[in-house]
């Protein structure tokens, strides 16, 4: 009759006999794909991050099915969601609390990452893929932002596309490019809906599904940093791995049961969050000749918009010195004649656009650069560390202060990105940028320093 042989009985047989693809997919990437027996909670945030991308996708589809994308009705659109759609509260609030929450377990996920070193060898695609996938979502959440077509919605907007004019030569024109308009309006609200409900959240799903593939095509990190593959038994399956179904299933759904607590807590009692999650601005309609007195981007946006900031006139000529100075570090670390002749010219060249008056770029633009660049670098992280070990377990203790400096550094710089500028609070910025940007400049030289343990042959096992 054409049907597959199939070892399975019931409805599990009856498709597998059909489809026998769905079934293997099951095997390959389930019950027998096998993950480090050690892995601890830090390991919950990958799986919560997947399940928080179905809750965006499917509130979104809801919200989507009342919302008016059009400059005189979205406002009102999403207040008619709120006060008169049966459940429209829950699902608005779902999507607005699902987007912060988004956050927050990819920044977990990725300090998971930097703290075990799952970004080394051989998983440099694997974290490639996963900046890739950060970067969507900067989008996807800047795009969303505007539909509110609220207050700090129109303002927020405004201020970041404008920072595309200060680009030199063409960024009038990409202002008005992304814009659709010399203003924001209808067509900007119009395109940044597409972009929000169609486009992104398919490549979002695509690259989910590439990191997904690309890390069982390598295998799991885990915290000793050990390669499980190394060491297999008779039956050529790891001797420290265990089936991630139905092992890491059940251990993840004991970690999302304290994320639903979370979620839904904040979605009954504190869906703004006093103004963290959804600005009071926000509920008042978007009038252009009305700037709010205090304009900031949502809380996961503000370590980058608080780096923007700091980066004043005043300010170039430290970002000068510290260009020389590594300039002068990569130098005499390389011995090829051409490769220093490289570094010695784009020094020159980054100095000459800090200080020369003729050629000097002004601070806007180097905030942008700076901006851009402090989420950007994380794609150099496989080339950065130098350590001959990947976790921080067996690395010196202070490489643990180097990676908490740069945690409060970025925690500091997002708190003082919600607040108003102040000569102390740019100081203060300025400090959390230099001490950002070091972290990762220095990398290459401040990881190979310090006594280092033995890491051990097999994984260290430690129930919890």
């Known amino acids: 009759m054409g049907l597959h042989k199939t070892p399975y009985r019931g409805l599990a047989g009856w498709f597998d006999s059909r489809m026998p ?71 608005r609030y779902m999507h607005s609390t699902g987007a912060s929450f988004f956050f927050i377990v990819v920044y977990l996920h990725m300090f998971r990452g930097l703290l075990y070193g799952s970004y080394r060898t051989p998983r440099e695609v694997i974290w490639l893929v996963g900046c890739v996938i950060f970067m969507a979502l900067m989008a996807e959440s800047f795009f ?90 008779a039956d050529g399956r790891p001797l420290d791995g265990i089936p991630f179904h139905p092992y890491y299933t059940v251990h993840d ?90 570094v010695a010219v784009g020094t020159a060249i980054v100095l000459a656009l800090l200080t ?20 950007m670098i994380l794609f150099a992280m496989p080339w950065l560390d130098r350590s001959p070990v990947k976790s921080m377990r067996y690395r010196p203790a202070w490489h643990r202060l180097a990676l908490g400096a740069f945690v409060a550094a970025f925690l500091v710089l997002g708190y003082l990105g919600m607040l108003p500028p102040n000569p102390l609070r740019t100081a203060i910025a300025q400090i959390a940028t230099a001490i950002y940007f070091g972290f990762f400049a220095l990398m290459p030289w401040w990881s190979r320093l310090g006594e280092f343990k033995a890491v051990p042959d097999r994984v260290r096992f430690v129930a919890h």
């Open 21 to 91: 693809s769905l079934m293997n997919a099951f095997r390959v990437h389930m019950s027998e794909y096998y993950a480090p027996k050690n892995f601890n909670f830090w390991y919950f945030f990958g799986s919560m991050a997947l399940v928080v991308l179905v809750i965006q996708l499917l509130s979104g589809m809801f919200l989507a099915m009342h919302y008016k994308p059009d400059s005189n009705l979205a406002f009102w659109s999403v207040e008619f969601i709120m006060r008169e759609v049966s459940g429209g509260w829950f699902i």
């Open 253 to 342: 759904i004991y970690g999302l049961a304290f994320f639903f607590l979370a979620y839904f807590g904040i979605i009954f009692f504190a869906p703004e969050l006093g103004g963290v999650f959804l600005e009071g601005n926000n509920f008042i309609p978007a009038d252009p000749l009305q700037t709010p007195q205090h304009i900031a981007p949502l809380w996961y946006f503000t370590p980058y918009y608080s780096i923007l900031r700091a980066t004043t006139e005043g300010f170039l000529i430290w970002i000068a010195a510290c260009a020389v100075g590594l300039g002068a570090l990569v130098y005499f670390s390389v011995r090829d004649w051409r490769l220093r002749a490289g």
């Open 356 to 375: 020369v008056p003729k050629v000097q770029l002004d601070a806007k633009l180097w905030g942008v650069i700076l901006s851009g660049a402090s989420a």
């Open 144 to 233: 969303g932002y505007l539909l509110p077509w609220g207050q700090m919605s129109y303002w927020g907007a405004q201020v970041i596309i404008n920072l595309f004019d200060s680009i030199p030569l063409v960024g009038p024109d990409l202002s008005t490019w992304i814009r659709g308009d010399f203003v924001i309006g209808d067509a900007t609200l119009n395109r940044f809906f597409a972009l929000h409900a169609c486009v992104l959240p398919l490549v979002l799903l695509g690259l989910a599904v590439a990191h997904i593939f690309a890390l069982h095509d390598v295998g799991s990190n885990n915290p000793d940093g050990v390669e499980i593959k190394e060491r297999l038994g």
